[in-house]
């Protein structure tokens, strides 16, 4: 009988690191499609696949919410302080804030948005949405995107989204490094850390 726990026990085991490791392997294999084409809040196309070979903190946001994207936006603007200091911000990484809601985040509101946080437009900190002439394209477009790093979100009806609350690091090649949570949890030290290790 003795045997057969033993035995038990460990197939237990070999299955929660299997499927440990699975999640780990998934996670770091995580690419941007090269395909993947947005509109920046200057209404330029923004094309991944010729996107600058710089470390890239990624943000999944909408500008009608009302509580962790704008927390988020705001660590995040101090954390680009803190890389100014250092001479990398923008020499080697950049930030990018991609609305999942692009029907209504216009590029002229992204671009407002920007604003309200006091976010220079020098090329460093870009913000992404939908073509408004080609919607429903852009709309797969962010959600494909969004679910290459298993970000999911949904609107309920009311305008508000229920999102996942991760920030994502990519290396040059826009491939998955580390996600860290966002709003009050969001740690610039942390965050600031891994990427000047990665560099």
């Not at 995580?30 to 990624?58: C, H, R, W």
């Not at 704008?70 to 950049?94: A, H, I, R, Y």
């Not at 930030?95 to 020098?122: A, C, G, H, Q, V």
């Amino acid at each position: 009988m003795k045997k057969i726990y033993i035995i038990c026990s460990l197939i237990v085991a070999v299955g929660i690191t299997a499927g440990i490791s699975f999640f780990i392997i998934r996670d770091h294999m995580a690419t941007i499609p090269e395909s993947t084409t947005l509109v920046t809040m200057n209404g330029e196309t923004y094309d991944f696949a010729q996107s600058e070979k710089k470390l890239k903190l990624v943000e999944f946001m909408y500008t009608h919410c009302p509580d962790i994207c704008p927390t988020t936006t705001q660590k995040m603007n101090l954390l680009k302080s803190d890389l100014q200091k250092e001479g990398v911000f923008g020499e080697n990484v950049q930030f990018l804030t991609i609305s999942i809601d692009p029907y209504r985040d216009t590029p002229e509101i992204m671009k407002n948005y920007m604003n309200t946080f006091e976010i220079e437009d020098d090329g460093n900190w870009i913000m992404l949405t939908g073509d408004q002439d080609d919607m429903k394209q852009d709309q797969q477009e962010i959600l494909d995107l969004a679910n290459t790093f298993k970000f999911q979100y949904r609107d309920p009806g009311d305008g508000f989204f229920i999102h996942s609350t991760f920030v994502y690091l990519l290396d040059e090649n826009n491939r998955y490094i580390k996600k860290f949570p966002m709003g009050e949890e969001f740690s610039k030290e942390e965050v600031y850390k891994k990427i000047m290790n990665e560099i």
